[in-house]
């Protein structure tokens, strides 16, 4: 049996052949007259390549572990007797070395370790521009940790009251509806910026994109008007561009006149992220996954909370760090209690 390129004899027919030390080669070892038969310590590749010089083993010196005959050893003698012209490196000795894995395929195959180039078309060709401006751009982040638990109720109470099969409520449509309700406030948040004029315009509507992943590539399809929308209205429409992105049959109309965008990144399974700004939007939000964790109270008793991170990212050059501040306290509070989204809704 050969095990890392050496011999090593089973450990039943050690019994019966008490006499055969454990790797030596019996072989092509002659008797010598008044000693008994004696081998040179060497791998089967090694006599192998012994015979292919037309050599043989025990003339030649072995410089490994107890005399064992190396692979270089041979190569040095042949290379000393003229039949090589010139010894190799230690390090084309152990290219030469790669082992077989069962089936005969080489560990290094090229051809499945090859590079493949990859052409990036639609989504992905646009993002690459988008990104690479926004990268230009000073924004910053600010992290947020919004209390859920009243928001985990409704929506459980709201999938209880479900009479359409066709509709699934989630936590998002009622996070974007008070996200609009936020933004009325701080309408900052919902706008762009023009360079070339040095101008920032406020957006009249609330269209929020939402990043969706899909086979093609990063996209941000758009519900239009969000302010004049219910939930329910936006759990439909979340569900109609959800399902188009996924046929890659979003329409330039879906995907166009965003104001402010949403990476959900907690669907996947994220706690928090750095978003990197939609252009020309001077804000992007990131929400991370909703997760129960242990909260003090004001009395410092320990109660479990349904808690989600927040990060407002934001153009720095139309946004200062307390406008997102005051922003996201305003929007923290509809979501803790979403019973005053009811002061306000039309």
């Known amino acids: 049996m050969i095990v890392n390129g050496s011999q090593v004899v089973p450990h039943d027919s050690l019994a019966s052949s008490p006499d055969i030390p454990l790797g030596v080669d019996t072989s092509t070892s002659p008797s010598r007259e008044g000693n008994a038969p004696r081998g040179s310590l060497s791998t089967p590749a090694v006599r192998h390549l012994v015979k292919q010089y ?92 919004i209390n859920c638990d009243a928001l985990v109720q409704l929506k459980a109470s709201f999938q209880k009251e479900n009479k359409d099969h066709d509709v699934k409520h989630t936590f998002l449509p009622f996070l974007i509806k008070s ?11 919902n706008s762009s910026f023009v360079e070339e004029t040095n101008e920032v315009i406020l957006k009249g509507f609330h269209n929020i994109g939402v990043a969706m992943a899909t086979e093609q590539g990063l996209v941000v399809p758009t ?54 700004l939609n252009l020309p939007e ?45 922003f996201c306290n305003e929007w923290k509070s509809l979501v803790e209690k979403p019973e005053l989204l009811l002061l306000h809704m039309r």
């Open 54 to 145: 037309g050599l043989s083993i025990d003339d030649i010196q072995g410089t490994g572990r107890d005399g064992r005959v190396l692979k270089e050893d041979v190569l040095n003698y042949a290379a000393s007797k003229g039949l090589l012209q010139e010894a190799p490196s230690a390090l084309e000795e152990n290219v030469g070395q790669v082992e077989l894995p069962e089936g005969g395929k080489p560990l290094l195959d090229p051809h499945f370790y090859e590079d493949k180039s990859i052409p990036l078309r639609g989504y992905q060709r646009a993002m690459v521009k988008s990104m690479s401006l926004a990268a230009k751009v000073p924004h910053f982040h600010y992290l947020e940790e």
């Open 282 to 326: 001077v804000a992007i939000i990131a929400l991370g996954r909703i997760q129960k964790l242990p909260r003090f109270d004001d009395e410092e008793n320990v109660y479990p909370s349904s808690t989600i991170n927040v990060t407002v990212g934001a153009d720095h050059r139309v946004v200062d760090g307390a406008t997102v501040a005051r």
């Open 179 to 189: 996200l609009s309700m936020a933004l009325s406030k701080y309408p900052l948040l």
């Open 223 to 276: 519900i239009k008007k969000v302010q004049s929308l219910s939930i329910l209205e936006i759990t439909k429409e979340l569900s109609r561009l959800h399902e188009m992105a996924l046929q890659n049959r979003l329409s330039t109309n879906d995907i166009t006149g965003g104001t402010i965008t949403l990476s959900n990144i907690g669907a996947i399974g994220g706690k928090f992220g750095s978003p990197v």
